[in-house]
C-alpha cells in the first residue's frame, strides 16, 4: 500500500513528496506492517524493494528504520541490513509487565472520565467494533493498540503516555500473537464486547472495576505456543511463563520440549 500525506503530499516521480515529513509517512507505513504482521518478527528489511513499495526513497526509508530502532521494532545487524525485531520470553515479561503497571496508573489517575479523552476511548471502541462486524481480524492488533493507547491518555499525563508509546510496538506484536492464540475460542464480536465492559466501568467511574475487568482478559495466551524463545529468560520470567505451562526449566532454547 502506497501513503500519501493525507491529500497534502505529492507525487514525484513514483516518490511521495510535499509539506509533511517523507520519514514520517515512511516510519508510519512500516509501523502499519510491523502491527499486523506483513513485516514479521525477525523478518529482513530489504531495503530497495521495500522503499519503491512504499514509494519514498531510499533515504527515508533508512532514516524511518533509524526512528524505529528506537522504539526497539527494528534491529541493525552490522554488515547484514535491518530486521524486524525477534521478541523473546524475556522482552514479553518485560514490556506486559510494563504495560499492565502503566495501563493501571492511568486507570487510577483517569477515572472517572469525561469530556474530550473519553471520547477518544469511545472511538477507539467504535472502530473496533465496527471492524469486528466487518470480520476483519487484519485490524485486531491496531484496534487493540488504539483503545489502549486512549485508555492511557484517560490520565492526561504527558509522561505516562510518553512511556506507553516507548513500548506501543512490542505490544501491538504481542496483541497480534494473542489474537492468533485466541481466535478459534473468541470471536472479534466477543472481543469487542469485553472491551466495550471497560468503557462501560470508565463511564460509570469505577476504577477498581475497570482494573478487575482488565485483569480478568486474557493478554498473554500467546505463551501457550511456540512463538518466543526463552533462551535469555530470567527465573522471573520463566515463573510468569510457567504459571501458563509455556516453558519449565527443563525446556531448549526455542521454548519446546528438550
Given at each position: 500500500m502506497q501513503r500519501t500525506a493525507r491529500g497534502r503530499g505529492r507525487r514525484e516521480g513514483g516518490l511521495i513528496d510535499g509539506p509533511e515529513s517523507?520519514?514520517?509517512?515512511?516510519?508510519?507505513?512500516l509501523c502499519d506492517r510491523i502491527i499486523d504482521g506483513r513485516l514479521a518478527m525477525g523478518a529482513h528489511v530489504t531495503e530497495h524493494a521495500l522503499a519503491a513499495e512504499i514509494g519514498v526513497g531510499r533515504q527515508s526509508l533508512r532514516e524511518a528504520l533509524r526512528a524505529l530502532e528506537s522504539r526497539r521494532a527494528i534491529v541493525h545487524v552490522p554488515r547484514a541490513g535491518s530486521r524486524v525485531v525477534q521478541l523473546t520470553l524475556q522482552?514479553?515479561?518485560?514490556?506486559?509487565?510494563v504495560r499492565e503497571q502503566l495501563e493501571?496508573?492511568?486507570?487510577?489517575?483517569?477515572?472517572?472520565?469525561?469530556?474530550?479523552?473519553?471520547?477518544?476511548?469511545?472511538?477507539?471502541?467504535?472502530?473496533?467494533?465496527?471492524?469486528?462486524?466487518?470480520g476483519d481480524e487484519t485490524r485486531a492488533p491496531h484496534d487493540g493498540l488504539q483503545f489502549h493507547t486512549a485508555?492511557?491518555?484517560l490520565a492526561g499525563n504527558d509522561h505516562l503516555n510518553a512511556a506507553y508509546a516507548a513500548i506501543a510496538l512490542p505490544v501491538a506484536i504481542l496483541m497480534r500473537l494473542n489474537r492468533q492464540a485466541q481466535a478459534e475460542a473468541e470471536s472479534l464480536l466477543e472481543r469487542a464486547a469485553r472491551h466495550r465492559r471497560v468503557v462501560d466501568l470508565v463511564a460509570e467511574g469505577h476504577p477498581d472495576a475497570v482494573l478487575a475487568e482488565l485483569r480478568a482478559h486474557h493478554t498473554a495466551a500467546y505463551l501457550l505456543g511456540d512463538h518466543l524463545s526463552a533462551h535469555d529468560a530470567s527465573d522471573d520470567a520463566l515463573a510468569w511463563a510457567g504459571r501458563l505451562g509455556r516453558v519449565d526449566r527443563g525446556s531448549s532454547p526455542d521454548g519446546s520440549a528438550p
Open positions: 517523507v520519514t514520517a509517512i515512511a516510519t508510519a507505513e522482552d514479553a515479561f518485560q514490556v506486559t509487565t493501571a496508573l492511568a486507570v487510577q489517575q483517569g477515572v472517572p472520565a469525561n469530556g474530550e479523552r473519553f471520547e477518544r476511548l469511545r472511538t477507539a471502541m467504535d472502530a473496533m467494533e465496527r471492524n469486528a462486524r466487518a485508555l492511557v491518555n
